[in-house]
């Protein structure tokens, strides 16, 4: 590499000294994922480039400010809990902020038909919500459900016979059917089942009530979990705390930077091209390309261009995207509740979140804020709809519900994220084992992360997909990335030691 042909930006003599640093390490992607890679690399005395296309680092989980005035109001994208079956990954975390994160008692509620459930379930506020007639209808559905999926082995071949097999098809429709169409703007039944595994394993009628009944039940599935652990100023504190620690031990951050062409040659990747905001672009030769930028852009960015049916399979695989409200009152409290959920379909936003009863940090103590989620396909009508129009639509259903009142709004912000969540349709998986496979089989590359890998990640699926790869990285062996952060491994093996298990060379 000739030094004259880079264009290498004035203030970066870090990165001055990675260019010609015979094996640098490059991450795409500064969300968990890639952020978890360059801090195991760092613990370990390895120095990375991280490429990241934003202005901050945290991908999903980054924390946004808010500045009005002398008050200061932070939000996540939608409040992120931390919940992990995996200590090692408490640990890790841990390690990171010490004491800045704290246990939170979760108080979670669903809005269904005009009144409130507390989530996870009371059978006796359900039972005289629903009323004993409805119940028992629904009681009967399970039966039905549980038999014909049961007793007489029909297949389940869609989340639908997921849901009737484990609730029945009354239950289902009550809050899990009419929300999952609402997350994902299709049918149940051309959901693919691996979505349940992935969210609600082990959650069915008995499972539910079992843990309604019998509290500090330590076994409850993910779903049902009664607290959780949540930074101080936001999760996006533990993705900035990373990004501090591993930029003064000598690895650099590039933010608002992008990769623009990746190649490869005999099965290794030789260059990366990337554009930086700090003078142009740039090409830096990997010793190893760890990936989480979402799986059709990394596919899209190779040259010589991957084969064609490569492609093919790879624009196969579509994203669901958000659109977010975000409003601050004039008041010190809106609820109780961490979040509610609203799986009526006749309200156009899917949860509504207090940041300031995940952390007293999130806002100023005499104001508050509400979070509010929509789940939109790119360019449909929410997606385009006017700010105004948006806040307009959604203080209309928040006041006739009786949450909060237009009198005490300060201010609101509205933004938009596309490649938000995998669409597991019926075809994705075959389609994705195809690119997977592929990527894979590229030596010096890592595929992390949920738009790495296409997969309905969790921050602790993530950095742990993050940890195996720098440990790939490190042990010069390839862990087997498809399976790490997938619970059904990690619900058993409980450390990254069991990890080991799945290694392949
Ligand atoms: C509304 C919502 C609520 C959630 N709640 C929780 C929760 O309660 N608990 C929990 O654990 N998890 C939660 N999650 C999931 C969590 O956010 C994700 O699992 C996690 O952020 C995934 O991390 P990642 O690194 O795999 O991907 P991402 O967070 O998507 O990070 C990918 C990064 O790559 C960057 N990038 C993309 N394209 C390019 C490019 N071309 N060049 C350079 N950089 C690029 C992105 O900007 C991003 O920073 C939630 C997610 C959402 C959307």
């Not at 905001?277 to 740039?282: E, L």
Request: glycine content about 6%; some cysteine; proline content about 5%.
């Amino acid at each position: 590499m000739d030094e004259a042909d880079l264009k290498i930006p004035e203030r970066s003599p870090t990165l001055r000294a990675y260019l010609f640093m015979d094996t640098p390490i490059v991450i795409l992607g500064a969300g968990p994922a890639g952020m978890a890679a360059a801090m195991t690399l760092s613990d370990a005395g390895k120095n990375a480039i991280v490429i990241e296309k934003d202005t901050q680092v945290g991908g999903l989980a980054k924390t946004l400010l808010f500045q009005e005035g002398d008050d200061l109001f932070r939000t996540d994208i939608g409040p992120h809990r931390f919940f992990s079956k995996n200590p090692f990954l408490y640990q890790f975390v841990e390690n990171i902020l010490h004491e800045q994160w704290v246990e939170v008692p979760r108080q979670t509620r669903q809005y269904i038909d005009g009144k409130f459930y507390a989530y996870p379930i009371i059978p006796l506020q359900a039972l005289k919500n629903i009323g004993p007639l409805r119940a028992c209808g629904m009681g009967f559905s399970y039966l039905k459900g549980a038999a014909e999926f049961g007793l007489f082995k029909k297949p389940i071949r869609t989340f639908e016979d997921y849901i009737i097999r484990h609730f029945g098809k009354k239950l289902g429709s009550f809050n899990m059917l009419n929300y999952t169409e609402k997350i994902w703007g299709i049918p149940c039944a051309a959901i693919h089942p691996d979505w349940a595994k992935q969210r609600i394993k082990g959650l069915n009628v008995r499972s539910a009530l079992k843990n309604a009944f019998k509290k500090n039940n330590k076994k409850q599935p993910k779903s049902l979990v009664d607290s959780f652990f949540y930074p101080q100023y936001g999760t996006g504190l533990i993705y900035e705390t990373i990004q501090k620690k591993i930029e003064t031990r000598g690895s650099t951050v590039y933010t608002k930077s992008t990769p623009a062409q990746i190649r490869h040659k005999n099965g290794t990747i030789t260059e990366v091209i990337i554009e930086t905001d700090r003078g142009g672009s740039m090409t830096v030769s990997p010793a190893h390309l760890v990936n989480s930028i979402p799986i059709q852009q990394f596919i899209s960015l190779l040259h010589p261009a991957a084969p064609e049916e490569i492609q093919h399979a790879a624009n196969q695989l579509k994203w669901r995207s958000q659109v977010y409200l975000f409003i601050t009152f004039n008041k010190p409290s809106i609820m109780r509740d961490n979040w509610i959920y609203f799986p009526d379909t006749h309200i156009p936003f899917g949860r509504i979140s207090e940041m300031k009863n995940f952390s007293a940090d999130m806002s100023p103590q005499d104001k508050t804020s509400l979070f509010i989620e929509f789940f939109v396909t790119k360019g449909n009508t929410l997606w385009n709809m006017e700010n105004n129009a948006l806040f307009s639509l959604t203080m209309d259903h928040l006041e006739k519900i009786g949450i909060c009142s237009r009198t005490d709004v300060r201010a609101y912000y509205t933004f938009k994220k596309s490649h938000v969540y995998p669409v597991y349709d019926l075809t994705y998986k075959t389609h994705l084992e195809t690119v997977t496979s592929y990527l894979d089989s590229l030596t010096n590359l890592y595929t992390i992360g949920r738009p790495g890998r296409f997969k309905y990640t969790n921050q602790d699926h993530s950095l742990e997909m993050g940890i195996a790869a720098a440990k790939s990285i490190l042990e010069n062996k390839k862990y087997d990335l498809e399976h790490a952060g997938s619970e059904d491994d990690y619900f058993e093996s409980g450390t990254l030691a069991g990890m080991q298990a799945h290694t392949h060379q």
